[in-house]
């Protein structure tokens, strides 16, 4: 049974749970108020030198060599390195092997980093950047994504063909990757359809911008083993990544972690890191480099920018028979993690609805640009923003309510994903109900008006329906109990400020009934963490709650064993008390202490307690006996998230210009281990996407990025946010989560700007298939729609 926690808060908490389903204050909470936490920014070692980097200034171009006199003769640099300090066979990609740890032999994008220098300060260092002299030859560029597929087109990758892969990618020439799913029979289906509705749509680059630049420290010490410290989103791919790159034993890198301001994905993969260790053990002292922010914007990764042809087909009582999906998308010069993207994206093409003929293709092509990258949605709020309006145009066409429309075809309990994947919780439904019924979507339409409409503006409502996972690759974790009945948990995974230590912590201390004050969490270190693959795809809840739900479990099968011996009754016949006690069930007098037990292991029997797990979600994305899959990028993949979404704006007929007045977002997340940073989630997801939607893009000059600072690349602000906004969450409880949780962080952004195309086309008629939906782009609209009314 779901039950909905209205504004994420409200829900009473069971009796028998202490720690899980609360708004606990997030544990770092006090030392970051303060300005106490430490980030790269404050971390300082001894005969520390800095770093900084020679960006390149052509997109496509040969490096014919390198003039470092001029910089070298500058008192105070220590250290200079360029591409010919790197093995031409070392290279890194999550998916494709295809990356330097920074140029060599050619440059492939403005502002690639070509060369990095170490001086004694920042200032030196900088300086002496400036006077590096490279020598390019200069190549045509490929700037556009359906030109790069030319027969004619500028190889970006000469050798691509013969790159590492880690799945069938198809790789060849300027294609990076495809793709491609199919279900059911969609070519023959459309015969079935008495409507179809078809469409080109085009999304832009979005930066990520955390609040932290990227940057990271790396220390060298006498056995020539480094120790990195960097703004990264997994320890575990850090080590990965720069091992590959710089051609070093895993076992002469450990990776550990500061506080993290922020990643939204831009620190998943490599940014400085090989850099920077590279650096280090030329000059034999620890370098640190932090990106300026136009640096940062120019350098690391950004959204992809995707280029959508969607077509769908129903019947006229609505239910929806077809849908074929084919997407472009621009992954820049490096592979990244964009064919996991593409792959994503297709996989939730349909969004949450029965669509039983399918097929969704695309392609990843090379280009002249930054790499792009995994962002908080990984694909999803670009096919969304097709699929929620081509779903609204449907039920225009059909004069019926969007909402009917959906509830006839969205998923209900029981039914599977796309691909026949088996969904276990299933919370969609009440989500529906609560954004319709909280927003006052259903009274405006009885009205036919807004009653509060000014003249020279319209208001109009739009919806819509979303999905994200929560299961995706490995993830471990370690319970140890300290002599005085306290717990240390290690986990691996990288908090990057949304919380994830807390609910983690949460999860043990609950597991064990012990208070959260009486367990600490380790900091990510790959000496010494459990694997986790990384902070993304909003996995930590649910993947590394399990594993530390079931490593706790070991430490209470391993307390209650000392203690059937401690209480001379049967392991069965004990129970753990609140406060850290293991007791005879029902004769609670009857009972022995944590530290008691804790210090039996540790001095006369068994050992400590220690309690650990690892594992890798398992479930398969597709059903091989009842559909078609080329290029699948993540075989296993699952246990989905459902999410809606109304949202209010009020568009000025004289200038365009798009106001939001409300957004009501209900989520099903499974269960709210923490409500109040749930609710947190949803609604800086909502903020994110509403700058997606309106008025975030990169853009750029030819090969040029010609925004890179926050005076040109406009996000939004308090002025910006809506009047009112709810987040809503529902539980549903997954049987396999961690006391049924789900995920919950990328879920708020996947359908802002598909919701919010769909409320301009109600107030004005006007839809929109191009992102941002800038004032200009709207009044354009607007005047079309007038001048082809004969207006």
Known sequence: MSTATRDGLDRPVPGDRQAVGRPIQQIEAAEKLSGSAQYIADLYRPGMLYGAIVQSTHAHARIRGYDLSDALALAGVRAIVTGDDLDEHHRMGAFIKDEPGFAKGKVRYVGEIVAGVAADTEEIARAAARLVKVDYEVLSPVLDPADALGSDAARVHERAESYEKVFDSGTAGNVCSRTAFRQGEPDGAWADCDIVVEGEYQTQAQAHLSIEPCGALAEVDAAGRVTLWSANQSVFRVQASVCESLGLPMTKLRCVTPRIGAGFGNKMEAHVQPLVVLLALKARRPVKL???????????????????????????????????????????????????????????NCGPYRIPNVHAHGQVVYTNKMRFGAMRGFGVPQVTFASEQQLDEIARRLDMDPLALRRRNMLSPGDPWFGYQEVRSNGLAQCVDIVERESGMAARRTRGCHDDERPGRRRGFGVALTAHISGLLSSGAIVRMLEDGSVLLNTGAVDIGQGSNTVLTQICAESLKLPVERVAIASPDTDGSPYNWGTTASRVTYVTGRSVAKAAAEVERKLKEHASEMLECGIDDLELLPGGKVAIKGVGQRSVSFAAISGRAHWAAGGPIIGTDSWVFDQKTFDPKRCTTLGLPFPQIGIFSFGALVTEVEIDDATGRVRVLGAWSACDLGYAINPAMARGQVEGAFVQGMGYALTEELVWDGGRLANPTLMDYKIPTVAELPATLRAYLVESEEPSGPFGAKSVGELGINGVAAAIANAIADATGVRLHRLPMTPERVLDGLLAD???AGH
């Open 290 to 348: 932090i990106l300026s922010r136009e640096e940062d914007f120019e350098t690391v990764r950004a959204r992809h920018p995707f280029r959508i042809r969607m077509k769908t087909g129903a019947r006229k009582d609505g239910t929806l028979v077809a849908r074929e999906t084919e997407l472009l998308l621009d992954g820049g010069a490096y592979g990244d993690d964009s064919p996991g993207v593409l792959g994503y994206a297709l996989l939730m």
């Open 786 to 788: 007038s001048a082809g």
